[in-house]
Every structure is written in structure tokens, then in C-alpha cells.
């Protein structure tokens, strides 16, 4: 199948979703023409990443989430993609009502080439802090706007194959793919928000976009799986977010990459039966994964102290 990342440049506080909508419908003709079945979108694409603030306002957090989706401004993008017959990864904030009141989610969707939502997924690895922390130059208040997604990593039989999401830090854990790769994942859509600084940690800052690489391409090769992973990149109010949305084979090659920081597609031809070469052999987990032998360690929430 042929499959874009949709990288998306800049959101500014300013921008409204209809302004967003418009330059993804951009992106999503341009997608079309290339002959793109799916189009992939990056993470809250629809509003400037608002964790870099302290609100103590809840109305004001709440301006950022959509309640409904498709919504009145998100509609033009679904009834254009339907009437291309395109599907869509898409990234927002969902405020879900539930039994116990309303809920804050990182959400992602997968929507078929017909309009219906087939997949949704809600962020398990929420990064950053939950208090205002005043000595950072931003903030990542991931932990205070958002609530844990509760139903974990699943797949969805899609556009001919078995795909899977995950959102941003996601990414960084070996585990969102292999929770994948265990339920037979060919293709994981990513959409990601990061920042060129990392404030308790500025020596990584150097490392940022190969560590965005390495953690796809490691997650791709030992799954297995296509990965797609796709940028809002660019300088959003003063802070600078990296690029490099890039589509990467089961070998862990990179085989289409984006290279400016703004609006941008890279397409590729994704044949999801290379996931056949290295899930029938170098990881075919029935046969070399010796999961009854990993010990106690396996099911560790964090480091355990040397030799117990
Ligand atoms: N952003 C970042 C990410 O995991 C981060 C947080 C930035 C972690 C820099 C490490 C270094 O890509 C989101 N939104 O998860």
C-alpha cells in the first residue's frame, strides 16, 4: 500500500482548527495524487502543544480537546478524505465523557478509506510532570492534562493488513512495539510532538533526532512491522520541535523521509508482506522467544537493584 507522512510544520496559539484543517486537506490532495491509501497525521495535530503551559484553568485546558470528532471543524477534513477514498491516522486531544465524569485523553484514530473510525488509541506513555515547574524554560505538563489511556496497545485489521498505533514518548519503549509485534502488527502509525530540548536532561538535546530514529528503527527491525512516524515540527511560541517524519520498513530501513520543518509529505510504497521475512524467521517469536525463561525481572515496573 502507499502510505504519506503527513508532517505538519508549526501550530501557533493563534491558529484556529479550521486554519489547521485547511493545510491538512493540503497535504491529503497532495497524498491522493501521489496515490496514498493512507495518510498519516502527527499528534495533536489540530492545536499548538499546549502541555508547554501551566493553565490552572480547566475551561482554559479544555479549549485545546475536541468533544466530538469528526466536529464541525474537523468535518471538511473527513468528507474530503471519504470523497478521495484516503484513510487517516489523526492526533487530538479527546475529552471523553464516561461514568465517572469527563476524561482527558492524547488520542489517535485510524479512519478507513470510506470515512468510518476503525481504530482509536489513547496515549499509555504519558511523558514530562503534573506540577507547574517555573525553572523550565517550557513546560511538558503531560501528566496534569491528560489522563493514562486505559485500553493499552491493540491492532486493527485495516487497509489490507494489521495495524497498530502508539503517540510520541510511546516510541522511546521497547514494549509499545512488542505488545504490538504480539498481536502480528505489519504496520504502527506514530504521531509526535518533541521538542529539540529536553530540560532535565540538555546533554540528550544533541542526540534528539537519532534518538527519534533509533527507537523507531530498533522497533520496527525487531517486530518486524513497517513504522511511520510523523512530526508537528518547527518553532511553535518560541520553542523549537524537530522534524525528520520518516517511513521505515521491517529491515529498520529509513525508506522515505521528510526533510524541511514545515508542511510536508514523504510517501512511500509500503509492501506489508516484507513483515513475512523477519516474522517467519530472525523474530518468529512461537519458535526463538523464550518468554518462559526471562525469570521474575519480566513483569518489573522499575530497576531492580543488582544481583537480586
Ligand atoms: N514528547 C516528547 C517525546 O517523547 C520528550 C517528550 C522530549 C522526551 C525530548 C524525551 C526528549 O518525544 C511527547 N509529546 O511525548
Same mark, same amino acid.
Given at each position: ?8 510544520? &508549526? ?6 482548527? $479550521? ?13 491522493? @495524487? ?7 497525521? &502527527? ?16 475551561? %482554559?485546558?479544555?479549549?485545546?480537546? %475536541?468533544? *466530538?470528532?469528526?466536529? &464541525?471543524?474537523? /468535518?471538511?477534513?473527513?468528507? %474530503? ?17 464516561? !461514568? ?15 470515512? $468510518?473510525?476503525? +481504530? ?39 487497509? +489490507? ?21 504480539? /498481536? =502480528? ?5 506514530? =504521531? ?10 540538555? *546533554? ?9 530514529? #533509533? ?35 521491517? $529491515?529498520? *530501513?529509513?525508506?522515505?523521509?521528510? @526533510? ?11 509492501? #506489508? !508482506? ?27 515496573? =522499575?530497576?531492580?537493584?543488582? +544481583? $537480586?
Amino acid at each position: 500500500m502507499t502510505v504519506a507522512a503527513a508532517q505538519l510544520g &508549526p501550530v501557533q496559539r493563534h491558529h484556529t482548527r $479550521s486554519e489547521v484543517v485547511e493545510r491538512m486537506v493540503v497535504l491529503l490532495q497532495r497524498a491522493a @495524487s501521489s496515490g496514498c491509501e493512507l495518510v498519516v497525521f &502527527p499528534e495533536l495535530a489540530l492545536t499548538t502543544f499546549f502541555p508547554r503551559w501551566y493553565m490552572d484553568d480547566q475551561a %482554559e485546558v479544555d479549549a485545546f480537546f %475536541e468533544s *466530538e470528532m469528526p466536529g &464541525p471543524e474537523t /468535518q471538511p477534513l473527513f468528507r %474530503e478524505a471519504a470523497r478521495l477514498g484516503v484513510g487517516m491516522y489523526l492526533g487530538y486531544a479527546e475529552l471523553a465523557a464516561t !461514568d465517572s465524569g469527563p476524561a482527558h485523553y492524547n488520542t489517535a484514530i485510524l479512519v478507513e478509506r470510506d470515512g $468510518s473510525i476503525v +481504530g482509536k488509541y489513547r496515549k499509555v506513555h504519558l511523558p514530562g510532570h503534573a506540577d507547574h515547574e517555573p525553572r523550565r524554560p517550557f513546560q511538558h505538563l503531560e501528566k496534569r492534562y491528560f489522563d493514562v489511556g486505559p485500553e493499552g496497545f491493540r491492532t486493527y485489521k485495516a487497509f +489490507g493488513g494489521v495495524v497498530g498505533m502508539a503517540l510520541c514518548n510511546d516510541r522511546r519503549w521497547p514494549e509499545t512495539y512488542r505488545l504490538l509485534g504480539l /498481536q =502480528g502488527v505489519e504496520l504502527v502509525l506514530i =504521531g509526535y510532538n518533541t521538542p529539540v530540548h529536553n530540560p532535565p536532561a540538555p *546533554e540528550h538535546d544533541l542526540l534528539g533526532t537519532f534518538h527519534n530514529h #533509533l527507537v523507531m528503527q530498533a522497533g520496527a527491525y525487531q517486530n518486524g512491522t513497517w513504522v511511520v512516524g510523523v512530526a508537528k515540527a518547527g518553532t511553535e511560541e518560541g520553542v523549537p520541535m524537530i522534524g525528520q517524519s520518516a517511513i521505515i520498513a521491517p $529491515s529498520g *530501513e529509513i525508506v522515505a523521509q521528510c @526533510s524541511t520543518l514545515g508542511d510536508e509529505l514523504a510517501v512511500a510504497r509500503c509492501d #506489508l !508482506d516484507l513483515c513475512t521475512s523477519y516474522k517467519t524467521t530472525v523474530f518468529d517469536f512461537e519458535r526463538h522467544r523464550q518468554i518462559e525463561h526471562y525469570g521474575p525481572i519480566a513483569t518489573q515496573r =522499575g530497576a531492580v537493584p543488582p +544481583g $537480586s
